[in-house]
């Protein structure tokens, strides 16, 4: 990393800093002072960053309009192959942006470029989210209906593959748009669905989404006082997460239903509030709902100067956005461009539910090999244990044939009670480990050392006989009592004494076994630290 490179990633962590400290002027102030000096930033890539966080701190600020110059500026340098995911990120970001302040032409073109490049990069996930957005759009339109029908085609797609963010945001989808089609038991059902992974999750917006959803629901099936306390408890989230756009709409909803139950003074109260906020962040659609909904209040309570200035107000609002007219122009085109994106999203979701399957089969295959090394490894050296002695002895006895002969060593340290009482089981332990490591180094990859049994250790030997059996043994003899031991022992010698057996046609394990003991009987009655083999060899 050059000097140039360590410098502005070192100011990108000081505004991220703080912009985590809730004190987002100061990350501008920051972003101004790097894009001043462009000497930090020489390469797109870098430049695309800098925006890119840029709009974080202007969207935490409420400069909706600012966020949409700084991420169009952001995209513009995307133009390049090397950017695309740069690219499909940004479309998602800016056309979030334009929806929300009414701005819904540009938002469904970015949207369904959006479609187009996710499918292409395999981004599944960011496309699913453009198709759900889209429908989202019919409603502002008050297309209900074709908004729920896009939702559940959606739908679809999201059963294999949801995410935590798009299992949720489908279901908040659905819950609005069953709200809006007077259903308001459905509408709770998705809630409720949703509100599980949003609490595990901790998504703030949703959070509040899912509260205000639920609160006009609630306010269908006539449970006023459920639905102002879901109201509130939304507001209190959008206000920790300067959610702009869910404290406007949580203060309107809380308007509507004073207005409704004549609680004027806190009617009044909310609509100002929501109305300063759309006009802080430009939300022109939502500002045009509070001026209507303040004309209506001051209908209500006499006020006719004021109603006629608000209902002025938002009449010459709707005329600039004229959002139904637009949305209902570009429904044809809309549905046919989605209709042709509709089977390479089958093809894509096929795909990458065979790619979640493999992976799923690979997670299942590790954690079953976790699970098979847990049972059948001794934990204390790393050796096979005898439950796998126990498993895979009686085949290989029941495959034993003249033309590849089969034995197997039991060894057993000398004296080894004496190190435990003399320097304590941890030492014990310890010189346990050493051989465990000195049999895995000495065998080869065909044969297995296991643990016994205490101090006691057997090896199956594939292909060898009796007499090459013996030389391993003798080898794992002399690398014992040449090896250097921890210091704990303080000098005292170790050694191990060895008996050998090989495999005979009528052999059990017990026989087999039982012959490499007596081997091992024999070698400790000895003198110990020698080898032994089993007597009246037989073919």
């Known amino acids: 990393m050059n000097e140039i490179e360590h410098s502005f990633n070192q100011e990108m962590q ?3 800093a703080a912009l985590l400290q809730g004190t987002p002027l100061q990350a501008l102030e920051l972003i101004d002072e790097m894009s001043a000096s462009t000497y930090l930033f020489t390469t797109p890539k870098q430049r695309i960053e800098l925006l890119s966080l840029k709009s974080k701190v202007e969207d935490r600020l409420g400069q909706s309009s600012a966020v949409i110059a700084t991420l169009n500026e952001a995209l513009s340098l995307t133009q390049d192959p090397h950017f695309t995911s740069d690219r499909l990120q940004l479309l998602h970001l800016l056309s979030d942006q334009l929806y929300t302040s009414g701005h819904y032409r540009e938002a469904i073109q970015y949207w369904l470029e959006c479609i187009e490049l996710g499918l292409e990069l395999g981004d599944i996930t960011t496309a699913i989210l453009a198709f759900i957005s889209i429908g ?7 297309e209900h209906q074709q908004a729920y029908a896009l939702h559940q085609q959606v739908f679809k797609y999201c059963t294999h593959l949801a995410t935590p963010k798009v299992y949720c945001t489908i279901r908040l989808y659905l819950a609005a748009d069953a709200m809006w089609l007077r259903q308001p038991a459905a509408a709770l059902l998705y809630l409720d ?28 099936l006539n449970r006023q006082a459920e639905s102002i306390a879901h109201l509130n408890q939304g507001l209190a989230a959008a206000n920790s997460n300067h959610y702009a756009w869910g404290q406007l709409q949580c203060h309107l909803q809380l308007g509507l239903i004073y207005s409704d139950s004549g ?4 009617a ?8 300063a906020i759309a006009q802080d962040n430009k939300l022109n659609r939502l500002l045009c709902d509070s001026l209507n909904a303040l004309s209506a209040l001051y209908e209500k309570t006499a006020q006719a100067k004021q109603a006629l200035l608000c209902l002025q107000a938002a009449h010459s609002l709707e005329r600039q956005l004229s959002k139904t007219a637009a949305i209902l122009e570009l429904e044809p085109h809309i549905l046919k461009q989605l209709a042709k994106l509709e089977v390479r999203f089958n093809l894509a979701v096929s795909q990458q539910e065979n790619l979640q399957l493999r992976a799923d089969h690979a997670r299942q295959t590790q954690q079953l090999n976790r699970l098979n090394t847990e049972v059948f490894q001794d934990t204390l050296t790393g050796l096979a244990n005898r439950r796998w002695l126990d498993k895979h002895l009686p085949a290989k006895l029941l495959k034993l044939n003249e033309q ?4 197997i060593l039991l060894l057993d340290l000398d004296h080894f009670k004496a190190v435990n009482d003399d320097f304590s089981h941890l030492v014990g332990d310890e010189v346990l480990r050493h051989l465990g490591e000195i049999l895995q180094q000495l065998c ?7 643990r016994f049994g205490g101090e006691e250790f057997l090896i199956t030997l594939q292909g060898l006989s009796l007499f090459a059996a013996a030389k391993v043994a003798e080898r794992i003899r002399t690398q014992v009592l040449q090896h250097a031991w921890p210091a704990a022992l303080k000098g005292r010698t170790i050694t191990l004494s060895a008996g050998v057996a ?6 059990s394990p017990a026989s087999l076994i039982e012959r490499a003991d007596q081997a091992l009987y024999r070698a400790k009655n000895l003198g110990r630290n020698r080898v032994e083999l089993q007597q009246g060899i037989q073919p």
Do not use: M
């Open 502 to 507: 090989q495999a005979r046609h009528q052999d």
């Open 263 to 266: 609680r004027y003074c806190e």
């Open 268 to 275: 009044e109260a909310a609509l100002l509030e929501a109305q």
């Open 14 to 16: 000081h505004i991220k």
């Open 193 to 220: 669905e949703a509100d599980l992974v949003i609490k595990q999750h901790h998504f703030i917006n949703d959070q509040v989404e899912s509260h205000l959803w639920r609160a006009q629901s609630l306010l269908q």
């Open 136 to 142: 989202g759009i019919f409603n502002a339109a008050d």
């Open 444 to 450: 080869r990859e065909a044969d297995t050392p296991v």
């Open 404 to 407: 590849e002969p089969f034995s």
